[in-house]
């Protein structure tokens, strides 16, 4: 292939011969060039070039100085120019990439032969004559140079270019090995839903979602449901169809399967770009929580039935304790042990009701939302407390009036304010106060519970929301508590559409702010499921209620 585009142009030369010069076709040497490279392109196809080492390949563009000399020198008289042909072999020379300046040497070594001999065999040896031909083999030097060049260049980057297909394919055999490692399932899809990649992890969920018998199955005849439902997830809101549509997924939960071999995944989604900034598909990952939530679920019962089995007795001992300290013939030492007994039975009442309260949260159906008076429910929490405040030496105040009319579950709302006058009386010292600040706030109902207490530490100001977590001070202080009454009260100031709030500072005191939105501002309807958790709590108490007043 490289020596037929030679013999072709050659064929040309001899084709041009016959309308310019017939007689020219006859003679010796321009005969003898046309065989030398026709003998010259036999040799191409008939010798096993890949038994021999590949630089003798060479030898073929060095005899075709030989073949283009003769033609040029059998037609110069007719044709002019065609010293130039011999651009073919030094192409072929100079592209190899082998000892560049070696290759260009002999290319201009070889061009001189060609354009001189012809001088020495007919005796000129006139030195104009030799000047005059020079200016081919000046150019056949700078296409040498010029090729020379654009090969080495050529080179450099093709061996660039296998460098960072290299780098690219460990890297690639990298990820796939880390995606096969983790116990995660990774799917990626393309902007049309079709699977781009899908790790061992996948393949395993993939299976588990197959119906019965199925090897294969569409994404509709997949088996997905979602947690606690034996309803199939409709097409529109399964994972694959969601994330195709753009929308993203923060750790969903959902069932794939049934039977015994069914198992609960946690599914995120997140779409990617190309390098242009267009979206190229999506990435889901799933993760396997079967177990985890299983063990939650075994959690939550054991601690559902632990609170049960305590409310009982607490119940008993704090209605005996009532009625003994309306005996009047007890003395006022007795009558002040009676007072811390139901002091700390009541506390550990409340422990139990929070811990019974974080472990059945959702297990119960919707609560509706009823009219209520915010302000007057902060009024009669803190009517209730006011003993408590007076015992331990400490001033209750309330300011605002007028109603707050907000919509939402009563039993809900009046734990919140319950928690938070509590832990503001219980973190407050003798001689302090605690203020309860009622008011609008554009649309929203807002209660303030300040104290002049210890205070929160910046540090644990971030997670005095968080179930079981207590801050540092109140750790060193002593003070009993579990870590849920305020995590709890979270949870429902959120189920409500509302917040609650804290800010505080060591040794001057803290102020925690419920807001919930006003009646009428668009938040009314159905509490979610889980709102229903301190409902539940209160239809347990008083099943135990009516169980001890029966025994």
Not at 103 to 131: E, Q, R, Y
Not at 217 to 245: F, H, Q
Request: glycine share 8%; hydrophobic share 45%.
């Amino acid at each position: 292939m490289s020596q037929l585009p030679l013999n072709l142009t050659l064929l040309l030369v001899a084709a041009t011969l016959v309308f310019a010069d017939p007689q020219a076709l006859t003679l010796p040497t321009f005969v003898a060039g046309q065989v030398a490279a026709l003998i010259i392109l036999l040799l191409c196809a008939a010798v096993p070039w890949g038994r021999l080492p590949d630089w003798w390949v060479l030898v073929i563009p060095l005899l075709d100085f030989v073949a283009v000399g003769l033609v040029r020198s059998g037609a110069a008289g007719v044709l002019s120019g065609l010293g130039l042909l011999a651009v073919f072999p030094v192409m072929w020379l100079a592209g190899a990439g082998r000892r560049p300046r070696l290759i260009v040497a002999v290319c201009a070594f070889a061009s001189l032969l060609m354009v001189w001999t012809p001088l020495l065999i007919i005796g000129d040896h006139a030195p104009h004559t030799f000047v005059a031909e020079l200016v081919v083999p000046l150019m056949l030097v700078s296409v040498a140079v010029a090729m020379s060049v654009l090969t080495l260049s050529g080179i450099a980057q093709q061996e660039r270019v296998e460098e960072l297909l290299a780098r690219s394919e460990t890297r690639q055999r990298l990820l796939d090995t880390v995606l096969d490692t983790v116990d995660v399932g990774v799917l990626v899809i393309d902007d049309s839903g079709t699977d781009v990649f899908m790790n061992s992890r996948q393949r395993q969920l993939y299976l588990t979602a197959l119906p019965p018998g199925a090897d294969r199955a569409t994404e509709p005849e997949l088996l997905i449901y979602r947690d606690g439902s034996d309803a199939l997830v409709p097409a529109a809101e399964r994972p694959l169809g969601r994330a195709i549509a753009g929308e993203e997924l923060n750790h969903e939960v959902f069932r794939l399967g049934r039977g015994p071999q069914a198992r609960t995944v946690s599914i995120s989604a997140r779409e990617f770009r190309d390098a242009a900034g267009t979206r190229a598909g999506a990435v889901l990952a799933c993760t396997d929580v079967t177990e985890v939530v299983a063990a939650v679920r075994a959690r939550d019962s054991f601690l559902a039935a632990m609170s049960h089995e305590f409310r009982t007795p607490l119940t008993s001992l704090l209605g005996y304790a009532e009625l003994l300290q309306e005996d009047e013939s007890l003395s006022a030492a007795a009558r002040s042990d009676l007072v811390v007994m139901s002091r700390n039975a009541r506390h550990l009442r409340k422990m139990v009701d929070d811990i019974l309260a974080a472990s059945i949260e959702g297990s119960s159906p919707d609560v509706q939302r009823t009219k209520l008076d915010l302000a007057r429910l902060v009024r009669q929490a803190a009517a209730s407390a006011a003993p408590d405040a007076e015992s331990r030496g400490i001033a209750l105040r309330i300011e605002g009036d007028g109603e707050l009319p907000v919509n939402g579950d009563k039993t809900g709302v009046v734990r919140v304010l319950d928690n938070l006058v509590s832990n503001a009386l219980k973190y407050s010292e003798s001689g302090s106060s605690v203020t309860l600040i009622t008011e609008r706030d554009g649309e929203w109902a807002v209660c303030r519970v300040q104290d002049e207490g210890i205070g929160i530490a910046p540090e644990d100001l971030k997670r005095i929301f968080t179930r079981f977590q207590r801050g540092s001070s109140a750790l060193r202080s002593g003070i009993p508590g579990m870590g849920l009454g305020l995590a709890l009260a979270h949870e429902v100031a959120a189920l409500h559409g509302g917040r609650l709030e804290c800010t505080s500072e060591i040794g001057v005191g803290s102020v925690f702010t419920l807001r919930l939105p006003l009646a009428g501002t668009g938040h009314d309807g159905p509490l979610p499921a889980a709102s229903a958790h301190v409902d539940a709590v209160e239809r347990s108490h008083a099943s135990e209620r009516a169980d001890d007043g029966a025994s």
